[in-house]
């Protein structure tokens, strides 16, 4: 089982450029949640979907979008990139019962 | 506004002795708690979660709770250089963690 897995790992933007970064699961959770991780900022949840079909707003949405495509992935998109868009990006998948999250390895993004 | 706070450290301590990692929570409504390990360039790594007041132990960690002073706390017992690493505190309401900004633990060989 490969779990949570991302794709790109790394990626290099200019300012103005789109990119979809994509998560998948193998692990049957219903929900799906899309971080960014900042210096000092710790985790901030920017999207996140409690089922296939439903998306909702977390702390930090604005300048994204997502889609949850089935089950098992989930893709976030940036429209127009921005410098203040680099960090690193993690996927996480939550089932039933307590709700611990599973993360994905994550994508390290830089526009400039 | 849920907030989790930790101190960000670093935090130092020789090897074999106890770390001991902390954290608030301003949530009354949290529901239960974890706590993850991060390397330096990899992703949060689930060690515990605890959801009852009390201690809750497993191998050389244990977690306590104490939800009337919205307080959450880590020891980990016999630390190992293999230890350092970011913390991460996070509490859950409404299917969502709310994270710490992370102590940063270094176990001195």
């Known amino acids: 089982n490969a779990g949570v897995t991302q794709t790109p790992k790394f990626q290099v933007l200019k300012t103005g450029q789109s990119m979809t970064l994509q998560c998948a699961q193998d692990?049957?959770?219903?929900?799906m949640y899309w971080y960014r991780q900042d210096p000092g900022m710790g985790l901030r949840l920017i999207y996140y979907?409690?089922?296939?079909?439903?998306?909702d707003k977390g702390e930090v949405p604005n300048g994204y979008n997502v889609s949850r495509l089935n089950k098992r992935e989930f893709s976030l998109r940036l429209e127009s990139a921005a410098p203040s868009q680099t960090s690193v990006y993690f996927c996480?998948?939550?089932?039933?019962?307590?709700?611990?999250?599973?993360f994905g390895p994550g994508t390290r993004l830089t526009v400039l | 506004q849920k907030e989790v706070e930790q101190n960000s450290g670093p935090l130092s301590v020789p090897e074999g002795a106890i770390a001991s990692l902390n954290c608030t929570y301003s949530?009354?409504?949290?529901?239960?708690f974890f706590w993850y390990r991060q390397y330096s360039g990899k992703s949060p790594e689930l060690i515990m979660f605890?959801?009852?007041?009390g201690d809750k132990e497993d191998g050389r960690f244990t977690a306590q709770l104490n939800k009337a002073s919205q307080y959450v706390s880590l020891l980990i017992r016999d630390s190992q250089p293999s230890d350092s690493a970011t913390y991460l505190c996070?509490?859950?309401?409404?299917?969502?963690?709310?994270f710490g900004s992370g102590t940063q633990l270094t176990v001195l060989p």
């Open positions: 949530d009354r409504g949290s529901q239960s």
């Open positions: 605890i959801y009852s007041n």
């Open positions: 996070a509490s859950s309401s409404a299917r969502q963690l709310t």
């Open positions: 979907s409690a089922s296939e079909g439903t998306t």
């Open positions: 996480a998948t939550s089932g039933t019962g307590v709700h611990e999250q599973f």
């Open positions: 692990m049957n959770h219903n929900s």
